[in-house]
């Protein structure tokens, strides 16, 4: 086969069971405070420690508040989430990076910029977006609680092989289209289950050309594809982000590991269960008009007609609809919105921040528009000050929220009001992600910018 995807499973298999799924070793276990919990209490009844503490990392991320974190967390059910990682994560003698910890952050913002997350590692979390590290050129994924606690255990997880994919983009990007785009591009065109069952290897030109932290916003939108995860042959642009970071390899560790990061690319004869292609030139500044990522179209396209449907899909899709409160054959340029959310493990890095400053600069924030503004971590907050970024940003009447999940996933304070429009950097717009009630529509940095100081959906082409 010589895909890089077989060469990074072949090289971590401890043992396959006949007829059954394979026990894998992993290098890397990151645990957050939501999916941790029962793992965590199961190791305890079973009297178990942690086999490789050193191969585990803890931070909180989604009940966070992204204001006042110096102060107690108001929510019971928050505040006890985070606590007991904190609890647990000492006793079983964890590295832990809790709220207010200069290294504290989303999870999957986190493990890249400190170099925790390495090519040719094997990396899971109990979270679905776990597939973002795969830019790293590794194989990432997310897991069940049990699965966790499995690793803690034994280092190693039981796991069905996937089947090997490769998108192929080929092209350029146009002005005004981003990595973000290309994710929702995929998603319009192959569905939210277009890769399940598949591990998706990105490649061509397009990808070549992404920065790392775009490159981290197309693999963390992996998984809405439906795939198992997605990832990025390593290359100098990656071993260029992560050298010198604080976990990175130095001296001649670093030279070694960098000498086996170059073997990390699919053989020339490389095989695939599936292969697509797809034109760079043919993307577009993208937005959701439903209640699922695939559910995208460019900016300045209409809402598909019922047209061609089956009676099924035909409800499915009206439901949908009446949610949003749109119409098919609507065109959505030019429509109100009522918040903005920079942020989350898909946009809340610097280079997402420096797109929203470029659209914003010398401009002043729509009256009537809430914008939450998150870093993804307390080094990208860092970034953005050392930078002057939060300097134009209040010029121009935003403020910058602390580090969190945030309005992503409303499991903190940040939730859309029901009826509300917002666009969003994040990755799902299912019904009440962002809220009960909450209208999301999906969109890049560059859109969501647009759109905060417009107060309606805007091409962000015609800004820039």
């Excluded at 006793?91 to 890249?112: E, Q, W, Y």
């Excluded at 009206?318 to 903005?340: A, C, E, R, T, W």
């Excluded at 809430?370 to 300097?391: C, F, H, N, Y």
Aim: proline share 5%.
């Amino acid at each position: 086969m010589n895909t890089l995807f077989d060469k990074i499973w072949d090289a971590h298999v401890v043992q396959q069971i006949e007829d059954g799924p394979t026990q894998l070793y992993i290098d890397r276990l990151y645990c957050h405070e939501v999916t941790s919990p029962q793992a965590f209490a199961g190791m305890r009844q079973r009297g178990l420690k942690c086999l490789r503490p050193a191969q585990i990392f803890c931070m909180p991320d989604h009940n966070t508040p992204t204001h006042d974190q110096d102060k107690p967390i108001e929510d019971p059910v928050s505040k006890k989430q985070v606590d007991t990682l904190a609890e647990n994560a000492k006793d079983f003698g964890l590295t832990h990076f809790g709220m207010m910890n200069p290294k504290n952050g989303i999870i999957h913002v986190v493990g890249p910029e400190r170099g925790l997350s390495l090519p040719g590692m094997t990396i899971v979390c109990g979270d679905s977006h776990t597939s973002t590290h795969g830019a790293m050129g590794a194989v990432a994924f997310g897991i069940g609680t049990s699965e966790v606690e499995m690793v803690m255990a034994s280092q190693c997880i039981l796991q069905q092989k996937p089947k090997s994919m490769r998108i192929n983009i080929s092209g350029s990007l146009g002005k005004g289209v981003t990595a973000k785009d290309v994710a929702l591009y995929l998603m319009s065109k192959i569905s939210t289950s277009g890769a399940t069952g598949y591990f998706v290897e990105y490649a061509g030109t397009v990808v070549r050309d992404l920065s790392m932290e775009g490159r981290l916003t197309l693999c963390n939108l992996s998984i809405e594809m439906g795939a198992r995860g997605g990832f990025i042959a390593p290359d100098e642009k990656t071993f260029e982000y992560i050298k010198g970071r604080e976990y990175a390899p130095i001296g001649e560790a670093w030279d070694k590991a960098v000498a086996y990061w170059k073997t990390l690319k699919s053989g020339e004869d490389a095989v695939f269960d599936k292969e697509l292609y797809f034109d760079g030139t043919d993307i577009q500044p993208m937005i959701t008009y439903g209640t699922n990522p695939g559910m995208g179209m460019s900016i300045t396209d209409s809402i598909p007609t019922l047209e061609g449907m089956g009676e099924a899909a035909q409800a499915s899709f009206m439901k949908s609809m009446n949610y949003m409160g749109f119409q098919p054959g609507q065109q959505l340029l030019g429509h109100p919105i009522d918040y903005v959310f920079l942020g989350a493990c898909t946009n809340g890095r610097i280079e997402d921040f420096r797109a929203f400053v470029s659209v914003v600069q010398g401009k002043k924030k729509a009256d009537g528009v809430t914008a939450w503004l998150v870093p993804g971590s307390w080094t990208v907050d860092l970034q953005i000050r050392m930078e002057g970024l939060d300097v134009v940003l209040k010029e121009a009447g935003f403020e910058i929220r602390q580090p969190g999940c945030s309005a992503c996933l409303a499991m903190n304070d940040d939730k859309i009001p029901a009826g509300k429009y917002a666009v969003s950097t994040s990755n799902r717009n299912f019904e009440g992600r962002q809220g009960p009630g909450s209208r999301t529509i999906l969109a890049s940095p560059l859109v969501a910018a647009a759109a905060a100081i417009t107060g309606v959906l805007t091409d962000p082409r015609t800004i820039i």
